[in-house]
C-alpha cells in the first residue's frame, strides 16, 4: 500500500513541502561508495566452506633461504620444521609469485600453501600495455574503470596484484606462526591486491594483505567464503570487501588504517527481504573480529542477511554502519541485520584534519597511512557507535556500546531517490522495525561506567523502530519501547518524515567530497561550533524573525494588556533557550522542550488576548500555541504514536501563515495600545466661557 493512500487526510500543502524538502535532497550531489559491474546475487545453493588439513598440491616462496630461516627461527619447532620441508619442496618444484601459484591450479579443491615472506608480485605490477590500455569502459566517480567480469579475465592485473577468476574450491593459507609472517603488498599500485570473481568456496587464512588504492581482499559474486585468520590495512577504501555474495564467514579477522571501512560486507544476499525478525539462515556470518582505527569498523551498503556477533570495534570514527545510500548496489534497501554480543566502544577518532590540510591530496603512497593517516571517504558523524541510514528490520541486542562522544546509537531515513529509486510508493520505505533491545549502553564489561554522549539520535521517521527501556539521554527525549517479544512495540511511531531541523543537518553534512577536499561548512561533524553550526544558523534565523514580529505585535496590539505583556515576555525567553539549546547537540538536556513549552504559553497568551479585537488571528494563534505544546510533548514526555507526520511539521506549516497575518495585523494600530495622535488632536481643547461672565 502506498503512502499516500494509507494517510489521505494529509494536506495538501503538507505533500508540497515534502515535496520541497526531498528536491533538496535530489540537489544534493550522489554519493558514490563501491561501482561495480552489474552483477546478480547468487542463487544460493553453495555453502560455507570447510578448512581442509591436507598437504598443499601447491607451493608459494621466495628464494631467499638465510632471510627464510631468519623468519622462521623463533617458530615453535614442529611448525618450523614443517616449513623448512615445505621450502625444501619449493625449491624444487614451487612458484615464487602467488599470481603463478593461481595460474596452475587446474582443477577444484586445491590448496595453495604461502610461506612466510614478503611478497610484492613484481610480474603484476606494471602498468597495461596493448589491448589492456585501451579497453573500453566506463570510468567510475574515483577514475578507475568499471570492467566487465570478461574485461578482468583479459586483462586481471589492470586492477588486481592477485586475480583469482572462476575458480572453485580453492583454499589459499600462508604457514607462518601468525598471520604477518606473510605479507602480500600491493605498494599502492593497484586497486585491489587479491581480488577472488566469481569463485565459489574460496577459503583464506593466515596472512596480510596491504597498501592498495581500494581494498586489501575483494571477494565479488562468490556463494561460498571464508576469510580465516586474516590481517588487512592502510587502503584508501577497505580491508575487506566481499560484494554480492552468500554462504560467507570472516572469522577471527583484523583490519585498521582504511578510509572507508575495515569490515564492508556490501550487497550480501539478500534472502530474508519480506520476513520479519524470525529468519531460518545468514547470508554472512562475520565473529571474532577487531576493526578498528578506521573510518568505520564495519559497513555495508545493502549489508543484507549479515550476522555480526562476538567482535570488537573500536577506535574508528564511527564503530558500524549499515545504509541505503549509495546507487549501484543489489538488494536495496537494507535489511535484517543482526548485530549481538559485539564490543563497539571508544570510536571517536577524526581523521577530517587530514583531508583540510592536504595530506589525503597527495598520492597515497605520501600520506603517511603506515604512521595513523586515514583519509575518510564518506560522509560520517564521528563519536558514533552504530549507525543506521535508512534499514529495516535490523537487530541489536545484547552489545556493549560505550565512551562514545555523539551517540551510542544514531538511526535515520534515506528517500529512495537517494539510491535511484523514483517511485513515490518507495520514497519512506526506510527506517522501519529496528529493534534496540537489551544492549549495554554507557558501561564497559567490567561495570565501569563509560557513558556515551547521548545513547540514542534518532531523526523520528519510520514504523516499528523500538528502543530498550533507560537510555542514557535521546534525542527525541522518549521512545518506543520494545516489548518482552519480538514485534511488540510500546507507543510506536509511524511517520512519513524525520524532524525538520534534523534533516536539515543531514542534508547539509552529506556535502563532503575527500577529492575535492570539501568539509560542509555549518555542520558540527566537521567541526563547525557555536554560530557555524546549521542548527544553530536556523534557530537564530526563526528567533529573529519571530522576535521582530513578536515585539511589533505586541507594541501595536498586546501592550495594552496585561496577560499579553506576559506571554510576550515568555515568548521572548522560549526564542532564547531555543537558541541556546541549538548550540548543546551532543548533551542530553531539557532546554529544547522547555523552550516549546515557552514559547506555547507565549501563543496561548498571546492568542487570549487577541480574541476581543482580531478573533481569527487568535484562533490562528491558539492553534499555533497547541501545535508547540505538543510538539514540546512529543520530544520529552511522549513521542505521540500513529501520526505520518510529527507536530513540527505542523507547527512549522501554520508558523508561516500566523507569521504573515500577525506583520499585516501588527501595522496597524488597534484598541490594545494608544493610538497616536493626528495633527491638531494633540491640544487640550479650550475651555468654553460660562454664560454671562466677562467677554
Known amino acids: 500500500m502506498s503512502w499516500t493512500r494509507r494517510f489521505p487526510a494529509v494536506p495538501a500543502a503538507l505533500f508540497a513541502a515534502l515535496l520541497a524538502l526531498l528536491s533538496l535532497f535530489a540537489a544534493a550531489p550522489a554519493a558514490r561508495a563501491h561501482e561495480e559491474r552489474p552483477v546478480t546475487l547468487p542463487d544460493g545453493s553453495g555453502s560455507v566452506p570447510r578448512y581442509r588439513k591436507a598437504e ?27 616449513n623448512l620441508t615445505l621450502y625444501e619442496r619449493c625449491e624444487k618444484s614451487g612458484y615464487r609469485h602467488l599470481q603463478e601459484a593461481v595460474d596452475a591450479v587446474d582443477r577444484p579443491g586445491m590448496n595453495i600453501a604461502i610461506l612466510p615472506g614478503l611478497y610484492e608480485e613484481e610480474p603484476s605490477l606494471p602498468k597495461p600495455t596493448g589491448e589492456c590500455a585501451a579497453l573500453k569502459a566506463p570510468n567510475s566517480s574515483l577514475g578507475y574503470q568499471i570492467l566487465t567480469y570478461e574485461q578482468q579475465v583479459q586483462c586481471r592485473h589492470n586492477q588486481n596484484l592477485v586475480a583469482i577468476l572462476g575458480k572453485t574450491d580453492l583454499q589459499i593459507e600462508g604457514t607462518g606462526a601468525n598471520r604477518q ?30 597498501r592498495t588504492t581500494f581494498n586489501s581482499l575483494y571477494v565479488l559474486a562468490g556463494d561460498g567464503f571464508v576469510i580465516d585468520d586474516v590481517l588487512t590495512r592502510w587502503n584508501d577504501e577497505y580491508g575487506f570487501l566481499t560484494f554480492a555474495s552468500d554462504h560467507g564467514l570472516y572469522k577471527n579477522c583484523e583490519s585498521y588504517g582504511n578510509g572507508d571501512s575495515g569490515i564492508y560486507p556490501g550487497s550480501a544476499s539478500n534472502i530474508n527481504d519480506g520476513r520479519g525478525y524470525e529468519v531460518p539462515r545468514y547470508s554472512i556470518e562475520i565473529t571474532g573480529c577487531h576493526s578498528h582505527h578506521n573510518m568505520v569498523g564495519y559497513s555495508g551498503t545493502a549489508g543484507d542477511s549479515v550476522w555480526v556477533h562476538d567482535n570488537e570495534f573500536d577506535q574508528n570514527m564511527g564503530g558500524a554502519s549499515m545504509d541505503s545510500a549509495f546507487p549501484g548496489h543489489p538488494g536495496l534497501p537494507q535489511n535484517h541485520a543482526k548485530f549481538e554480543r559485539n564490543l563497539i566502544h571508544d570510536n571517536n577518532a577524526d581523521y577530517y584534519g587530514y583531508v583540510a590540510d592536504g595530506t589525503c591530496a597527495k598520492p597515497p603512497i605520501e600520506r603517511g597511512y603506515e604512521q595513523g593517516v586515514v583519509c ?27 565512551g562514545h562522544r555523539r551517540a551510542g546509537f544514531f538511526l535515520s531515513a534515506v528517500p529512495a531517490f537517494i539510491r535511484g529509486e523514483e517511485a513515490w510508493s518507495k520514497q519512506a520505505d526506510t527506517s522501519h522495525h529496528n529493534r534496540y533491545a537489551a544492549n549495554i549502553l554507557g558501561k564497559d564489561k567490567s561495570g565501569a561506567s563509560r557513558p556515551n554522549g547521548m545513547d540514542v539520535w534518532w531523526d523520528g521517521q519510520g514504523r516499528g523502530n523500538c528502543w530498550q527501556s533507560g537510555p542514557d539521554g535521546s534525542t527525541p527525549g522518549t521512545l518506543p519501547h520494545c516489548g518482552d517479544r519480538r514485534g511488540e512495540v510500546s507507543g510506536a511511531s509511524s511517520r512519513l518524515v524525520g524532524e525538520p531541523v534534523k534533516l536539515a543537518q543531514l542534508l547539509v553534512c552529506a556535502d563532503y567530497s575527500v577529492q575535492a577536499r570539501k568539509l560542509p561548512a555549518g555542520c558540527d561533524w566537521y567541526g563547525a561550533r557555536g554560530m557555524e553550526r546549521v542548527e544553530t544558523q536556523i534557530a537564530l534565523a526563526v528567533a529573529a524573525v519571530l522576535l521582530l514580529v513578536g515585539g511589533v505585535l505586541w507594541w501595536r496590539r498586546l501592550r495594552g494588556s496585561s496577560l499579553g505583556t506576559a506571554a510576550s515576555l515568555l515568548g521572548l525567553a522560549g526564542l532564547a533557550l531555543d537558541v541556546a539549546g541549538s548550540t548543546m547537540p551532543l548533551v542530553d538536556t531539557a532546554v529544547p522542550a522547555l523552550a516549546l513549552l515557552l514559547l506555547g ?18 484562533r490562528l494563534t491558539l492553534l499555533l500555541a497547541a501545535l508547540t505544546l505538543l510538539d514540546a510533548f512529543d520530544k520529552a514526555v511522549l513521542m505521540i504514536p500513529a501520526i505520518p507526520i510529527g507536530p513540527s511539521w505542523l507547527r512549522a506549516l501554520v508558523l508561516i501563515p500566523w507569521t504573515l497575518w500577525a506583520t499585516i495585523a501588527a501595522s496597524r494600530p488597534g484598541e490594545g495600545a494608544p493610538a497616536p495622535a493626528r495633527p491638531g488632536e494633540g491640544a487640550p481643547l479650550p475651555a468654553r466661557p460660562a454664560e454671562g461672565g466677562a467677554q
Open 601 to 618: 504559553l507565549w501563543w496561548t497568551g498571546a492568542g487570549l488576548a487577541l480574541r476581543p479585537t482580531r478573533p481569527w488571528l487568535a
Open 56 to 82: 598443499p598440491d601447491l607451493v608459494v616462496c621466495k628464494t631467499d633461504r638465510p632471510a627464510f630461516e631468519r623468519r622462521i627461527s623463533a617458530f615453535p619447532e614442529e611448525l618450523r620444521q614443517r
Open 376 to 402: 575518510p571517504q564518506i560522509s560520517m558523524p564521528p563519536g558514533t557507535g552504530i549507525i543506521t541510514a535508512g534499514g529495516n528490520w535490523n537487530v541489536y541486542e545484547d552489545n556493549w556500546v560505550y
Open 181 to 210: 609472517d606473510v605479507v602480500i603488498d600491493a605498494k599502492y599500485q593497484k586497486l585491489n591486491a587479491i581480488r577472488a570473481d566469481k569463485s565459489n568456496g574460496v577459503y583464506f587464512r593466515n596472512f596480510t594483505a596491504q
